[in-house]
């Protein structure tokens, strides 16, 4: 009889070979690959844009794809990559036989498998953002002793045309939350991608549409959102990445639009990456302490509060991300915490923490005999500035940066206390509250200036390179974009033109 973990995984690999994706070995992929018929290969990778590139092969016999999955292939690292030089563009790609999974658009029978890049002495990339978000992860683990497993809320838009859609029983505008058929019009678009992604190794949580729901006079947008359960850095990472090209690819098939942008236009809901976190030590989650928020949680999220504005480099990365990040949106400006509190910008859910929350099931069900179990592992906390913008790869390593940053930081505790809310800092009743709290940067000029005052933090340990740190900054600053919001104030037809240009970002 199989593992009930693997009876029941969605992973076409993982059936078929009887064992987790992390124990994959070659011999595996070669046996998968012999006894179903697949035809072709594909090795995937990320891009400097933050998008899947693809490099197809056709299999012609054993020899050849055991040489594909041995040493893997060259690629032109600058066509990929603008800092890349082409005198000196060579790089490798090989393959993670963990992320292997049969691609569900081709009608040939094809294997795509993601890559890690390796430069002309078969060392991982030192530039490639894969390379530091690992160093970052190896870093938290070797100082502190905890593993960050986190994931993502990948929120999105699907843009169609409006006489292509049957209006009828038409969502409240921006109250389409967890709305459903017949005033949601494209949940089954949402359960195709979440099926994909789950047979391609996704652990998603759950699918669910959003608040935002609006049309005008040609086109009908629906918000939506796949959430993730938490993983390692790297899995996490993996994933989105491939969720993002999913959905992109199911969208094409249902001739309509998605877009990952933070913002399709002003006064409606924009799109978040809320990425929620939790400390692992020996396996085991320490997020809660004697039914309340441990030390080590709240130490964890002081260093991530204190290089936040730093973090919204990698993690907000166009104008229109700051067009998102304004008030009364359900979206964070103030450098703060707190519990539930969708005002703050580090947020810790509803979560399970008494041992009263394992008795609700038996309240909900009178015949429930088992034994009680804890379920605060399931407890986290959110980080809701970062978009689907993000280099994915470096904002999970500077998230490890700054949680590692919170446990050398000697009056951490005593700075949770302080940077603590309990009331919605948007009211104007809170506004001596609100006026004690930093500011979020408000452009990616403002970004920018912080992430070079908070340089050293991310260079500490040779997790990022200065190089890489000024390369971002350059980048972020020749945006200009600074006070951009003011600028733009009441100028619709401009705002348009700048959504519309950032509409396929990420």
Same mark, same amino acid.
């Given at each position: 009889?199989?593992?009930?973990?693997?009876?029941?995984?969605?992973?076409?690999?993982?059936?078929?070979?009887?064992?987790?994706?992390?124990?994959?070995?070659?011999?595996?992929?070669?046996?998968?690959?012999?006894?179903?018929?697949?035809?072709?290969?594909?090795?995937?990778?990320?891009?400097?844009?933050?998008?899947?590139?693809?490099?197809?092969?056709?299999?012609?016999?054993?020899?050849?794809?055991?040489?594909?999955?041995?040493?893997?292939?060259?690629?032109?690292?600058?066509?990929?990559?603008?800092?890349?030089?082409?005198?000196?563009?060579?790089?490798?790609?090989?393959?993670?036989?963990?992320?292997?999974?049969?691609?569900?658009?081709?009608?040939?029978?094809?294997?795509?498998?993601?890559?890690?890049?390796?430069?002309?002495?078969?060392?991982?990339?030192?530039?490639?953002?894969?390379?530091?978000?690992?160093?970052?992860?190896?870093?938290?683990?070797?100082?502190?002793?905890?593993?960050?497993?986190?994931?993502?809320?990948?929120?999105?838009?699907?843009?169609?045309?409006?006489?292509?859609?049957?209006?009828?029983?038409?969502?409240?505008?921006?109250?389409?939350?967890?709305?459903?058929?017949?005033?949601?019009?494209?949940?089954?678009?949402?359960?195709?991608?979440?099926?994909?992604?789950?047979?391609?190794?996704?652990?998603?949580?759950?699918?669910?549409?959003?608040?935002?729901?609006?049309?005008?006079?040609?086109?009908?947008?629906?918000?939506?959102?796949?959430?993730?359960?938490?993983?390692?850095?790297?899995?996490?990472?993996?994933?989105?990445?491939?969720?993002?090209?999913? %959905?992109?690819?199911? @969208?094409?098939?249902? =001739? /309509?639009?998605?877009? &990952?942008?933070?913002?399709?236009?002003?006064?409606? !809901? $924009?799109?978040?990456?809320?990425?929620?976190?939790?400390?692992?030590?020996?396996?085991?989650?320490?997020?809660?302490?004697?039914?309340?928020?441990?030390?080590?949680?709240?130490?964890?999220?002081?260093?991530?509060?204190?290089?936040?504005?730093?973090?919204?480099?990698?993690?907000?990365?166009?104008?229109?991300?700051?067009?998102?990040?304004?008030?009364?949106?359900?979206?964070?400006?103030?450098?703060?915490?707190?519990?539930?509190?969708?005002?703050?910008?580090?947020?810790?859910?509803?979560?399970?923490?008494?041992?009263?929350?394992?008795?609700?099931?038996?309240?909900?069900?009178?015949?429930?005999?088992?034994?009680?179990?804890?379920?605060?592992?399931?407890?986290?906390?959110?980080?809701?500035?970062?978009?689907?913008?993000?280099?994915?790869? %470096?904002?999970?390593? @500077?998230?490890?940066? =700054? /949680?590692?940053?919170? &446990?050398?930081?000697?009056?951490?505790?005593?700075? !949770? $206390?302080?940077?603590?809310?309990?009331?919605?800092?948007?009211?104007?009743?809170?506004?001596?509250?609100?006026?004690?709290?930093?500011?979020?940067?408000?452009?990616?000029?403002?970004?920018?200036?912080?992430?070079?005052?908070?340089?050293?933090?991310?260079?500490?340990?040779?997790?990022?390179?200065?190089?890489?740190?000024?390369?971002?900054?350059?980048?972020?600053?020749?945006?200009?974009?600074?006070?951009?919001?003011?600028?733009?104030?009441?100028?619709?037809?401009?705002?348009?033109?700048?959504?519309?240009?950032?509409?396929?970002?990420?």
């Amino acid at each position: 009889m199989k593992p009930s973990n693997v009876e029941l995984n969605p992973n076409k690999l993982v059936q078929y070979l009887n064992k987790p994706a992390s124990e994959f070995t070659k011999e595996d992929i070669m046996k998968f690959i012999k006894e179903n018929g697949i035809k072709m290969l594909t090795f995937r990778y990320v891009g400097g844009d933050g998008r899947l590139k693809s490099l197809a092969f056709v299999i012609r016999d054993e020899e050849h794809l055991d040489n594909l999955l041995s040493a893997g292939e060259r690629v032109d690292g600058s066509s990929i990559f603008t800092y890349i030089e082409a005198s000196s563009s060579d790089l490798y790609v090989l393959p993670k036989y963990r992320t292997a999974f049969v691609n569900p658009f081709e009608e040939i029978p094809t294997l795509d498998i993601l890559c890690s890049y390796f430069d002309k002495d078969g060392t991982p990339l030192k530039s490639a953002s894969e390379t530091v978000m690992k160093k970052a992860a190896q870093t938290l683990a070797q100082k502190t002793g905890y593993e960050l497993q986190l994931m993502g809320e990948l929120e999105y838009y699907i843009i169609a045309k409006k006489d292509e859609v049957n209006m009828s029983f038409p969502a409240v505008d921006q109250r389409g939350y967890h709305e459903c058929n017949p005033f949601t019009k494209f949940d089954q678009l949402r359960k195709e991608a979440m099926m994909h992604i789950s047979e391609a190794g996704g652990k998603i949580k759950y699918g669910h549409s959003e608040v935002g729901n609006f049309s005008d006079d040609k086109y009908y947008y629906e918000q939506n959102e796949i959430e993730f359960e938490t993983d390692t850095l790297e899995n996490s990472a993996d994933k989105l990445l491939i969720a993002k090209w999913m %959905l992109r690819m199911l @969208a094409d098939q249902y =001739g /309509v639009d998605v877009s &990952f942008a933070p913002k399709i236009t002003v006064g409606k !809901a $924009g799109s978040g990456l809320h990425i929620h976190m939790k400390l692992l030590k020996d396996g085991k989650s320490i997020m809660v302490e004697n039914g309340d928020v441990s030390d080590v949680a709240k130490r964890a999220m002081v260093g991530l509060l204190d290089i936040s504005a730093g973090i919204t480099a990698f993690g907000n990365k166009i104008p229109t991300s700051y067009l998102r990040l304004v008030p009364h949106q359900e979206a964070p400006t103030n450098i703060c915490w707190g519990d539930r509190n969708r005002s703050a910008l580090i947020r810790v859910p509803l979560g399970w923490f008494s041992e009263e929350s394992s008795k609700m099931v038996t309240i909900a069900n009178q015949n429930y005999k088992e034994e009680l179990k804890s379920h605060s592992y399931k407890s986290t906390f959110e980080f809701r500035a970062s978009d689907s913008t993000a280099d994915l790869y %470096l904002l999970f390593a @500077a998230f490890a940066v =700054g /949680v590692r940053h919170g &446990f050398e930081i000697n009056n951490a505790l005593e700075l !949770a $206390g302080k940077l603590y809310i309990d009331v919605n800092i948007f009211n104007d009743e809170h506004k001596d509250r609100l006026a004690q709290l930093e500011h979020l940067p408000a452009s990616c000029y403002e970004s920018a200036q912080a992430l070079k005052k908070q340089k050293n933090i991310f260079i500490q340990y040779d997790v990022f390179t200065e190089g890489m740190i000024n390369d971002i900054v350059k980048g972020l600053e020749a945006f200009d974009d600074y006070q951009l919001s003011e600028r733009l104030y009441g100028k619709n037809e401009e705002i348009k033109k700048l959504v519309d240009a950032y509409i396929h970002v990420g």
